[in-house]
C-alpha cells in the first residue's frame, strides 16, 4: 500500500470539516454572557449595615477558602462546580429569588464569581451582584467578617 494513500484521503476530509466548522461558527448567533454588575466593598458594608434583605455566596476555591478562619458576615459557602448542580435542582431555600444576591472570590479580578453570578442568572435571578476586589477588597474595607464553620 502507498504511505501518501492515506493522506491523500486524510487531508481533503479535514479541509472540508474546518470549513463546514467555521461556515456554523458565522451562521449561529454568538451568545455573549449577560454582564454582570459589581458592588463595592463600601456598597456592601452599607446594606449589611442597614440590615438590607441580601444573600451574599461565597465562591472562594478550596484553598482560599481553607486557609482562611474567617468569611464575610452572613455568607453561605458554594463551591462554584456545585452551585450549577444546585441551581438544577428544585428551588434553593437557602438563595431566596426575591433577595438581591452578592457573589464573592478571592480572584484577582472577580472571575469566579462573576461565573457565579451568570449561572445565578441564567437560573433566573434577577438581582446578582459581583463583589468588585473581592475577598480582598472586603478586607481592605474592613468590613464585618465571621469565623467561618470548622466542618466546612
Not at 466548522?21 to 454568538?30: E, K
Not at 477558602?65 to 450549577?84: M, N, P, W
Not at 434577577?126 to 474592613?142: Q, T
Request: charged share 25%; hydrophobic share 40%.
Amino acid at each position: 500500500m502507498n504511505p501518501r494513500r492515506p493522506l491523500a484521503v486524510l487531508c481533503p476530509l479535514l479541509l472540508i470539516c474546518m470549513a463546514t466548522a467555521n461556515v456554523r461558527a458565522t451562521l449561529l448567533p454568538q451568545v455573549n454572557p449577560p454582564q454582570i454588575e459589581r458592588i463595592t466593598a463600601e456598597e456592601l458594608k452599607s446594606k449589611l449595615a442597614r440590615k438590607k434583605p441580601l444573600t451574599i455566596i461565597d465562591v472562594r476555591a478550596s484553598n482560599a477558602y481553607i486557609t482562611s478562619d474567617q468569611k464575610i458576615k452572613g455568607a453561605i459557602r458554594v463551591k462554584l462546580r456545585r452551585l450549577k448542580y444546585r441551581l438544577s435542582l428544585p428551588p434553593l431555600k437557602d438563595i431566596p429569588r426575591d433577595r438581591e444576591v452578592i457573589t464573592y472570590c478571592a480572584c484577582s479580578h472577580e472571575e469566579t464569581s462573576i461565573r457565579a453570578a451568570q449561572l445565578l442568572l441564567a437560573a433566573g435571578f434577577k438581582n446578582v451582584r459581583a463583589l468588585k476586589g473581592g475577598w480582598d477588597a472586603w478586607l481592605k474595607a474592613d468590613g464585618q467578617l465571621e469565623t467561618k464553620p470548622r466542618h466546612l
